[in-house]
């Protein structure tokens, strides 16, 4: 896996803990670790070519349901969508609301 794959992994896997998590300070955890991500993306962005989204998208779903933190799932069923809901220029974006996207990965893994 390419560094900018992993990077992007990293942020979205936060994004889908803080998603995910019952508990609301665990989940300002995870936020805060996806906005520290988010903020060192932006300031050394990748080739646009370079990560695929929907593999890390993937990639992010298999680390944020890890078996440590599933007994801490609770807000959501795991029924994530297939593609990212993010597309690389979003998450670069300095108006990227770390808290509106939580919620909407909440509500497509709700709807599956």
Do not use: H, Y
Not at 38 to 62: E, F, H
């Amino acid at each position: 896996m390419n560094e900018s794959v992993a990077r992007v992994r990293d942020i979205l896997a936060e994004l889908i803990k803080a998603a995910l998590v019952s508990d609301d300070g665990r989940s300002l955890t995870f936020r805060q670790a996806a906005e520290t991500g988010l903020a060192s993306l932006r300031a050394s962005p990748p080739d646009p070519a370079a990560p695929r989204m929907d593999g890390a998208w993937t990639l992010a779903v298999q680390a944020a349901e890890a078996p440590e933190l599933q007994p801490e799932e609770g807000r959501v069923n795991l029924t994530l969508p297939r593609a990212c809901p993010f597309t690389l220029d979003e998450l670069l974006s300095p108006g990227f609301d770390r808290d509106a996207a939580v919620e909407r990965i909440r509500k497509a893994a709700s709807t599956g």
